[in-house]
């Protein structure tokens, strides 16, 4: 168990949709990244916070948003979704530096 | 810009035999690089890492590594697979400031 928490594991949505992913990171850690993973394109980096705010932005869609809260907790918004946007998603944090990421199991998301 | 190749997609082994998976890097700076292993279903759990000093990196379940500077590569090797070891493994790159580029990924298979 890598203390990171997501939810939820599975979401099935209609194309047009909006979804909200939520992910805990360990206790202590200050940093999340998000990532989406699918077939062709590997592993992708979004976004990553620390400590609330914003400080990497990789190949993240507009139509994408996230945000981290003053618990730490991160959400990663997907709207007017698209089936290419069916994916895992998945939630990663770390410590002060960007030394070590612990992943959460990810959300597999599926667009119909 | 940073980025990381697999060469190799798919690799079967027979149990008990070595395994080495391959990994070149591209980097403008002195990088930080990492193993990653992922079972189906489940995020990704480090196995090693380099950040700087011996070359040679030992990591969890008798996994070793290689960092050859003059090649660009940090090559994943272990002397003896076990059948649990059927994973897709990736390689990925980065530094203290920068959000980890991970690689394609390689499907290890382990047959009897």
């Known amino acids: 168990d890598s203390g990171v928490t997501q939810t939820p594991k599975h979401l099935i949505t209609a194309t047009g949709q909006r979804v909200t992913l939520r992910c805990s990171p360990r206790s202590g850690d200050l940093s999340v990244y998000w990532y989406q993973q699918s077939l062709d394109q590997g592993l992708q980096f979004l976004i990553q916070?620390?400590?609330?705010?914003?400080?990497a932005k990789g190949n993240i869609l507009e139509r994408f948003s996230a945000q981290q809260f003053p618990d730490l907790h991160s959400e990663l918004n997907l709207s007017s979704l698209e089936l290419g946007d069916s994916a895992l998603y998945f939630c990663?944090?770390?410590?002060?530096?960007?030394?070590?990421?612990?992943f959460g199991s990810g959300t597999q998301l599926s667009v119909l | 810009a940073q980025s990381v190749t697999q060469p190799d997609i798919h690799i079967t082994v027979s149990e008990g035999a070595s395994l080495e998976l391959r990994c070149n890097y591209s980097?403008?700076?002195?990088?930080?690089l990492f193993w990653y292993v992922q079972s189906p279903g489940q995020g990704l759990q480090l196995l090693l890492k380099y950040f700087s000093g011996d070359t040679l990196v030992q990591g969890i379940k008798g996994f070793e590594a290689e960092f050859k500077r003059s090649q660009s590569s940090f090559n994943l090797r272990k002397p003896s697979v076990h059948w649990s070891d059927a994973a897709e493994y990736f390689c990925?790159?980065?530094?203290?400031?920068?959000?980890?580029?991970f690689g394609k990924g390689t499907r290890l298979s382990v047959i009897a």
């Open positions: 980097y403008g700076a002195t990088p930080y």
């Open positions: 990663a944090s770390s410590g002060q530096a960007n030394e070590k990421l612990f």
């Open positions: 990925a790159v980065g530094s203290g400031n920068t959000p980890l580029v």
């Open positions: 916070y620390y400590n609330g705010e914003e400080r």
